[in-house]
């Protein structure tokens, strides 16, 4: 009796040592499970980015930006290869602007091309880039070389080459590229127009450089390999017009529907459908993500645009034009990416 009364004793023990064991057994596999998979939309190294460029922000007095770029995740982060033009605290810090209002005045103030004040100072006067807020431009409206002085849109850079890595440019603004009145708020996503512009900032650069133009015969055959056979034998039909003009732009995002049941159509009319499923601009998943609801996306079909749409009850990830993006970056190069969809975009021409 004696030692059925010791082993009662040791019991509760036992069971407290092999419950902990086996909390410590789940753990390590969630762990290790968590290591092997990919969960965030940024390479590893963005959290040093961020760490650097943040603290020289800091250094220099734009501490509201370094808070924004600072957040976890990040309230706004510049893609690769883009210009960010960092607002002066004085200029925005007490403005009470609603996050939507902020984040659309961010992506204006980011350029799709990383330039050095150098080389924004050898353009002409007058030269216009392009920005991340529905591709609208902003413009470099005074030049001073001999001060390395220039201005955009009328506002000083008054630090130049604050950050300069490897994957984006940050310099310092006094204010805002586009002025911030309570009263263009009520006007949604249109409080900023574009200036006059007398030359194009990505054309003067790369236009005559052929090696920046798309690989379309490559995106052709691995739509192909990859199961998207109908649309890769579409937009192989009219490649010819598209090559013509690829020269206008350096790079592409290509969105890939299953089936494209407008193979016995008009070549006209399948030429602004397929027209109508490629940007003139390189767009990953990641920065998808990143663009406010009711941005508006410019397609190769003029005056056509497509349309981030908000979170929707029934669909998880980006939306664009009610359809769903099922497989980010399929493929990915450095002029062009493709994103397959769940089913073809529709136009009105096609729907009547």
């Not at 407008?262 to 920065?287: A, M």
């Not at 349309?307 to 497989?327: A, H, R, T």
């Amino acid at each position: 009796m004696a030692f059925s009364c010791s082993c009662w004793c040791w019991f509760p023990l036992y069971f407290i040592a092999s419950i902990t064991l086996g909390v410590i057994a789940i753990s390590s596999a969630i762990h290790s499970t968590s290591k092997n998979t990919p969960q965030q939309q940024f390479p590893p190294q963005t959290h040093t980015l961020s760490s650097n460029a943040t603290e020289t922000l800091r250094k220099s007095g734009f501490n509201l930006m370094a808070d924004l770029l600072h957040r976890s995740p990040p309230f706004f982060f510049p893609p690769p290869n883009s210009t960010f033009f960092a607002i002066k605290d004085s200029a925005i810090k007490n403005t009470s602007l609603p996050l939507w209002f902020l984040k659309s005045l961010l992506l204006y103030h980011t350029f799709t091309t990383k330039l050095t004040i150098k080389e924004l100072l050898n353009k002409p006067q007058g030269t216009c880039f392009q920005t991340l807020f529905r591709q609208k431009n902003a413009s470099l409206t005074k030049i001073e070389p001999l001060q390395n002085s220039l201005e955009i849109n009328h506002v000083l850079i008054s630090n130049p080459d604050m950050f300069l890595g490897e994957q984006f440019t940050i310099h310092g603004v006094l204010g805002p590229f586009s002025p911030l009145r309570r009263e263009d708020l009520q006007g949604g996503f249109d409080f900023i127009h574009s200036p006059t512009c007398r030359f194009s900032g990505k054309n003067s650069t790369y236009l005559d450089d052929s090696k920046n133009v798309v690989e379309w015969n490559k995106v052709v055959q691995l739509l192909s390999s990859k199961g998207y056979a109908s649309f890769s034998i579409a937009l192989h039909s009219v490649l010819e017009s598209i090559q013509k003009d690829s020269t206008n732009f350096v790079s592409a995002t290509i969105f890939a529907p299953p089936d494209m049941n407008l193979l016995g159509y008009p070549s006209t009319l399948l030429d602004k459908t397929v027209r109508f499923h490629i940007l003139p601009q390189r767009f990953t998943y990641g920065e998808l993500n990143s663009l406010p609801v009711r941005t508006l996306l410019k397609t190769l079909m003029p005056d056509y645009h497509l349309e981030i749409d908000g979170v929707l009850d029934y669909v998880s990830g980006v939306v664009i034009n009610g359809i769903q993006i099922v497989q980010p970056d399929m493929l990915v190069s450095d002029k062009f990416v493709v994103h397959g969809i769940a089913r073809a975009f529709k136009m009105a021409e096609v729907t009547a």
